[in-house]
């Protein structure tokens, strides 16, 4: 076990049992907990899940961050890796996914596709980015990222771990619960985000036609 | 053989390659060769469209109908559809097209009952182009869904982020201040609505045709009397094993698979109409994201597509460092293959993690040439982008004759006569010969029927002619057939590669100036090549532009998975899974 | 017997297991570090690498090789008074043959002279579009625009790279690609010296 990262620095431990006991604060031992054991959602999209499978086999390793766990069912998985081109078919599918997953939960934007678009932005079929729907942690670029891209990415999150607290992270904030809900889109004429209804129609009733 | 004199002016042409069809001669009146500059084949009358294909199939003996795909032509007010058209036992092909007045409804014959392989590539021009295929049983949207506002590949229509017809988009220089395309939309995003749209009213379509169809192919009970309940289960396209966003609507009597629809177009990424606002070059990263297993395979298809349309002379060296590097990725698809084949089996994580090691050592040698693990960009018309360095080609040296081969036996040490996987692979998934060209089938599937059609020997490109190598063919048909013939091509490409790494001369890379700008002459190109997955075709149209007019690309999975409810009714669900790994489908491919 | 073919495989993994302790064993006793150092990493790279093939990231790298590509940058050069000087000349090959197009430069022209300045006044990569296909670095003429090796970038937040983000100094890109870096300068190198000489022959 790692209790450098678990110890608060400021107490002085005797040499002694320094391997025994640690003195932390519950935050702490909750990210600690937390940051070791982010279990992705077993879910590729495109040509950047080949590389987080790649992240996964030997020369990698992501077992070392106690990622390896692969969930193929959302209710066992903490992170969502969006990896690869979000297309608004696929949309709905991935929205339903990250309403099954428990809290706490992240999402990661492996690849220029799910940031942003990518160099697929300007199709018709492409969704820009997946943050117009899911709240992201963090974003990698590349095209795809490396194996050690994305484990670097990784590590931000835990990074970002580290720094919540149980005080103030989203999931467990009474006043806006429904903020890890979010409205599964329609595919109409094209994609329709329900929450944006009023203004769909507004905007549809001034277009001149073409 | 593989001191064949080299005489790059004309390339060795087998007397099958040189032979021509007329079909002027045989259908007068009713055919017509094809005479704007720079295209060929026939136009042949709508209304004898039928009659026509299949006197090419039955007299004329072309039995594979490899690609189907639309063009428009909207100043000429004409629609087409272009028929490509081969043999298996090896030649040249025949192009067949018919025109049709641009005015909805676009009507043409379906040639499903002549053909079956044309099912999903007509369903794409339905879906793309709005070409109604008249007499196809089951013509609903393929790649977008059912209700979309439009025919994305015309050329009037426009998708929201719209900026220009053609790149460079003049925004970006000399005032180039950054803006999101969101902020052009009216819709705030890649939106697009009819006008007075009213989401609220909208009824979304519950995919009734899907199951309709469904039912349609469902085979129903003829034995016993007793009634069972039917299931209708979806699979995907959130599924650990269909092998990216794949989705199969599936009917089910027990374990049963009675019928089967594969719905697709989870990872339609619009590369044909974004490769249409591209300048040529600009397609070749986009190439490599098509097929992501392969970059190198698809570089060098539309590489060889477009110096097709040049006319140019491709230098020598790079001929070889083509091959090279066309054989690697071939090697490394298939040990993907035996892996991924392995983990659908059940048999999770080691047989993959080993041959995920060999691959990264591939991997390896992409990375050092070109820049990149995956997304190669490394051809250039004409040639390659640059040189391989001496100490990388020592390590592909070292790779070739000693570690891989090595490794392969091992591979089979380890896994083919494991009990479980006899039990599971062998006499399960059956595919005939037959069947497999009448579904268009190509690639190793097709081999390991019994047809021992290699596009390096039976209609070579590049420099496959110099080689000495077999085509692998296995006879059955089944999955162990097809799990062997992939170490049997591993085998093979290691004996190209020997080959090819002995012969490479020195000499330039590239026969052409580097140049961002290529002047690729007005007409028509088809150029296809054995990827490890089966025929990659693109099929490429200029009018003399810096921006080709269509870009179409002919994958191999799409079409190989038009055989896959031919080849599962009958058999058990647990099975279908490993179905899936064994044609290899990989989903960037078969969407677009 | 049934289940022979089992056994068969097993020994393959069996053996696998073997080589992980073996290797280790023969490179201590070769007396040398087969982890943490570019010796070791080097082999396990290599074909000949057997047993352990994890290259510990972060603690130990991987040696990318010299043509690996990541997100662009410019270059620019130090003068002796510690002056930048921005290679970049504002011609727009880069914008025109990006292929997603997400270059984007801003001209400006002299307020005085009212001829464009070669400086460009902004630069901007959008770097959750770029596709890394390093177009821009191979057709760039003036050696401006080079791919970078630097992979560890993720962010909390869209990633759009101006100027100030994207310029580094010449001495950082002849750190991660000191080969290119040399036959660059030497052709540069070339092409002066013939321009002199071109200068000398005209003014003689």
């Known amino acids: 076990m790692d209790y450098e990262k678990l110890s ?15 003195i932390t604060t519950l935050d702490r031992l909750y990210n600690w907990g937390r940051r070791s054991s982010v279990w992705p959602l077993m879910f590729g999209l495109a040509c950047c899940a080949i590389e987080m499978i790649a992240a996964q086999t030997a020369r990698y390793d992501m077992a070392r961050f106690g990622m390896e766990v692969m969930r193929p069912t959302p209710r066992q998985a903490d992170m969502m890796l969006v990896s690869g081109t979000v297309t608004k078919k696929m949309l709905p599918s991935i929205i339903r996914l990250y309403n099954q997953m428990p809290e706490p939960k992240y999402v990661v934007a492996m690849g220029a596709c799910a940031s942003s678009g990518g160099p697929f932005k300007e199709g018709y079929n492409v969704v820009a980015g997946i943050d117009k729907f899911l709240p992201v942690d963090v974003y990698i670029p590349g095209c795809p990222p490396t194996p050690q891209a994305l484990i670097a990415g990784l590590i931000k999150l835990q990074e970002k771990i580290d720094k919540e607290s149980i005080k103030t992270v989203r999931w467990y904030n009474k006043e806006k619960f429904d903020g890890n809900y979010v409205p599964m889109p329609i595919l109409g004429p094209d994609l329709i985000d329900v929450r944006r209804h009023a203004e769909i129609r507004d905007i549809a009733a001034t277009k001149e036609s073409a | ?8 002016a004309s390339p060795v042409r087998t007397p099958l390659q040189t032979q021509t069809v007329d079909l002027v001669a045989r259908f007068p009146g009713i055919v017509a060769a094809d005479a704007r500059p720079g295209y060929t084949g026939f136009i042949v009358n709508k209304e004898n469209l039928v009659e026509v294909a299949t006197a090419v199939r039955d007299e004329l003996g072309f039995d594979l109908l490899t690609a189907v795909t639309g063009v428009d032509y909207i100043a000429e007010n004409k629609m087409e559809v272009v028929y490509h058209a081969y043999k298996t036992t090896g030649g040249a092909g025949l192009v067949f097209k018919v025109q049709v007045e641009r005015v909805d409804p676009i009507e043409v014959p379906s040639l499903i009952n002549i053909w079956a392989g044309v099912d999903f590539q007509e369903r794409e021009a339905w879906d793309l182009y709005g070409i109604k295929f008249t007499g196809h049983p089951d013509l609903r949207r393929i790649l977008m869904w059912e209700g979309f506002e439009g025919h994305p590949l015309r050329k009037d229509w426009k998708e929201p982020f719209f900026e220009e017809e053609t790149k460079p988009f003049k925004s970006r220089w000399p005032e180039g201040k950054h803006t999101f395309s969101e902020q052009k939309n009216p819709f705030r995003d ?12 909208y009824v979304v379509d519950k995919e009734e045709d899907l199951y309709v169809s469904l039912e349609r192919y469902t085979t129903k009970d003829v034995e016993g009397n007793m009634k069972t309940d039917h299931i209708v289960v979806n699979m995907g396209p959130h599924h650990p094993s269909t092998h990216g966003v794949l989705r199969v609507a599936v009917t089910l009597d027990g374990e049963t698979i009675i019928g089967l629809k594969p719905v697709m177009g989870y990872l339609h990424r619009n590369h044909d109409k974004i490769g249409e606002r591209n300048t040529y070059l600009q397609n070749i990263p986009f190439t490599d994201r098509l097929d992501y297993f392969n970059s190198m395979s698809n570089n060098f298809g539309y590489a060889i597509t477009v110096e097709k349309l040049m006319k140019i002379q491709v230098a020598e060296r790079a001929e070889y460092i083509r091959v090279i590097m ?57 040639g390659v982008v640059r040189d391989i360095p001496d100490d990388v080609l020592h390590k592909i040296k070292g790779l070739v004759s000693e570690r891989l081969p090595a490794k392969a036996d091992e591979m089979e040490r380890f896994l083919n006569e494991n009990e479980i996987l006899v039990a599971r692979l062998k006499n399960i998934h059956v595919l005939n010969a037959e069947d497999a060209i009448r579904y ?5 599937v097709l081999r390991a029927a019994g047809v021992p059609y290699d596009l390096r020997r039976a209609d070579p490109y590049s420099i496959y002619d110099r080689f000495d190598f077999d085509v692998a063919v296995r006879h059955n048909g ?17 004996r190209i590669l020997e080959q090819a790494l002995k012969q490479i001369p020195q000499g330039p890379i590239n026969s052409q100036k580097p140049a961002y700008q290529v002047r690729v002459p007005a007409g028509e190109a088809y150029g296809r090549i054995e990827s490890p997955k089966g025929e990659l075709g693109f099929y490429v149209v200029s009018n003399g532009k810096p921006n080709p007019y269509r870009y179409h690309v002919r994958p191999a999975s799409f079409v190989n998975l038009t055989a896959v409810e031919k080849m599962c009714v009958g058999t058990k669900i647990a099975d279908f899974v490993a179905l899936l790994a064994m044609l290899d489908i990989v989903m960037g491919e078969l969407d677009r | 017997m049934y289940g022979k073919g089992i056994l068969k495989g097993l020994s393959v993994t069996w053996k696998r297991f073997w ?23 080097r082999h ?14 972060p603690e130990e790298q991987l040696i990318l090789p010299e043509e690996v590509r990541y997100i662009p940058f410019l270059v620019y050069n130090v003068d002796a008074d510690g002056k930048r000087e921005v290679l970049c000349t504002s011609c727009g090959i880069c914008a025109k043959v990006c292929p997603p197009q997400c270059i984007w430069i801003v001209r400006s022209n002299d307020p005085v002279t009212g001829r464009p300045v070669p400086e460009p006044t902004e630069f901007y990569i959008d770097a959750d579009i770029c596709m890394n296909c390093g177009f821009c670095a191979e057709y760039c003429p003036f050696d401006a625009i080079k791919m970078d090796h630097d992979f560890d970038i993720a962010s909390y937040g869209r990633n759009i790279y101006n100027m100030e983000k994207l310029l580094k100094p010449s001495s950082y890109y002849e750190s991660i690609r000191p080969q290119n870096f040399k036959i660059e300068a030497e052709a540069r190198k070339a092409k002066e010296s013939a321009k002199a000489a071109k200068a000398e022959a005209a003014a003689a």
């Open chain 1, 8 to 22: 608060l620095p400021n107490y002085n431990i005797p040499e002694d049992i320094q391997n025994a006991v640690a």
């Open chain 2, 1 to 8: 053989m593989a001191t064949a004199p080299f005489d790059t």
């Open chain 2, 190 to 201: 890649n939106l697009n609505f009819p006008q007075n749209f009213d989401p609220d009213k």
């Open chain 2, 326 to 382: 066309a054989e690697l990725s071939r090697v490394q698809n298939h040990l993907i293959f035996i892996g991924m084949l392995m983990n659908d089996l059940g048999a999770m994580y080691t047989p993959s993690l080993y041959t995920f090691k060999e691959r990264e050592l591939i991997l390896d040698v992409f990375e050092a040439v070109s820049g990149a693990r995956m997304m190669c960009n490394y051809f250039r018309f004409g």
């Open chain 2, 440 to 444: 268009s089938v190509t690639g190793p």
């Open chain 2, 478 to 494: 089944d999955m162990m057939d097809n799990y062997l013939i992939r170490f049997d091509e591993i085998r093979q490409s290691l």
């Open chain 3, 19 to 41: 080589d992980t302790y073996t290797e280790d064993i023969s490179w201590i006793l070769r007396g040398r570090k087969r982890y943490n150092t570019d010796e070791g990493i």
């Open chain 3, 44 to 57: 396990r790279s290599s074909k000949d690498t057997k047993g352990i093939f994890t290259v510990q990231y």
